[in-house]
């Protein structure tokens, strides 16, 4: 979602650019120093602050962006500045509790002692919903070629032959997420089989342990591609992956998935902020960023954006 602070151009043209060295001007040099990193560094952790407050973090269209966008014009008019919110109509998406994964030994979902919650489970953005009481069925995995860079990945074809013995039908499916990147033949193989033998979800994990250190990574349309066929869609991380992959294939495990999403039509809104100038005041500067986040806190993509451009405001106040 899109805040921004609308500036009327009020500085000669010869303070908007750096000297032909590179170097700053004196007036750029200058608004720079009005510049507090700390109070910028505080900004983004009230952002985080609220993104961890709610389940959907800060994603566009869920309670938590709508807080955040209420917190941005807050701060905009404790600054001086003229802060309104620009509705739009958005298709709006936000989880009402918890997402969860649990790995059940037995196949028989009333005996907990063998049910071991996975706690990196995290449904994906825009996920499906499961049914109210979630989904449990047979957990099944889909191997990806060995590989021990995305380079090899590239040229190592599936094994068709391994994955036609696999019936994905009501089944809860565990992939390497690597498949999203490795080619889009792979991916379109994949979409295939889910369309001809329908799964009730799936789940991501990173499959090679030279993706180990990477953490989640959710695209902001990551669940939307499983629309059509009504999947709910999670991810964990490589070592609870790997946990999974090894208690499957010793003891032919099911799971239980549940995803209570809410997907709808809305209201979202654009933040500004307005600093009205005196010199050219028909011209306008804007500096704008994103304020929503992809199913995590958010501290990097965009809450440092966002910060960045709330304090910028004192080099123009």
Same mark, same amino acid.
């Given at each position: 979602m899109l805040f921004s602070v609308i500036? @009327?151009?009020?500085?000669? %043209?010869?303070?908007?650019?750096?000297? %032909?060295?590179?170097?700053?001007?004196?007036?750029?040099?200058?608004?720079?120093?009005?510049?507090?990193?700390?109070?910028?560094?505080?900004? @983004?952790?009230?952002?985080?602050?609220?993104?961890? /407050?709610?389940?959907?973090? /800060?994603? &566009?269209?869920?309670?938590?962006?709508? =807080?955040?966008?209420?917190?941005?014009?807050?701060?905009?008019?404790?600054?001086?500045?003229?802060?309104?919110? =620009?509705?739009?109509?958005?298709?709006?998406? @936000?989880?009402? %509790?918890?997402?969860?994964?649990?790995?059940? =030994?037995? &196949?028989?979902?009333?005996?907990?002692s063998d049910q071991t919650a996975i706690p990196s489970f995290q449904c994906e953005h825009?996920?499906?919903?499961?049914?109210?009481?979630?989904?449990?069925?047979?957990?099944?995995?889909?191997?990806v070629p060995e590989a021990t860079s995305y380079s090899q990945l590239k040229n190592n074809p599936i094994n068709m032959t391994a994955w036609n013995a696999i019936n994905t039908t009501g089944k809860i499916v565990l992939m390497g997420k690597e498949i999203?990147?490795?080619?889009?033949?792979?991916?379109s193989i994949f979409f295939d089989k889910l369309v001809k033998q329908p799964p009730v979800a799936v789940v991501y994990t990173w499959w090679y342990d030279w993706m180990a250190f990477t953490p989640p990574m959710y695209s902001s349309i990551g669940g939307h591609l499983y629309w059509s066929s009504k999947l709910p869609v999670g991810f964990v991380n490589y070592e609870d992956g790997l946990w999974i992959r090894d208690r499957e294939n010793a003891l032919n495990v099911s799971a239980y998935v549940y995803v209570r999403s809410v997907i709808g039509t809305g209201a979202h809104y654009n933040v500004v902020g307005r600093i009205r100038g005196y010199e050219n005041p028909d011209k306008l500067v804007i500096i704008s960023g994103h304020y929503d986040t992809v199913m995590c806190g958010g501290f990097c993509d965009n809450g440092a954006g966002t910060a960045g451009v709330i304090e910028t405001r004192k080099g123009f106040c």
């Open positions: 500036l @009327d151009v009020q500085f000669q %043209s010869s303070l908007s650019y750096a000297s %032909s060295s590179g170097d700053l001007t004196s007036p750029e040099s200058q608004i720079i120093a009005l510049v507090n990193g700390t109070d910028a560094y505080d900004y @983004d952790l009230e952002l985080e602050q609220i993104a961890l /407050r709610h389940y959907a973090f /800060r994603s &566009g269209g869920s309670a938590g962006a709508n =807080e955040t966008a209420n917190w941005i014009k807050e701060h905009f008019e404790s600054l001086g500045l003229e802060s309104w919110l =620009e509705p739009f109509e958005f298709t709006t998406w @936000d989880l009402l %509790s918890r997402p969860s994964l649990i790995i059940d =030994e037995d &196949g028989n979902q009333d005996t907990t825009y996920s499906w919903p499961t049914p109210s009481n979630g989904v449990f069925a047979d957990l099944v995995i889909l191997p999203r990147g490795a080619t889009t033949n792979w991916l």
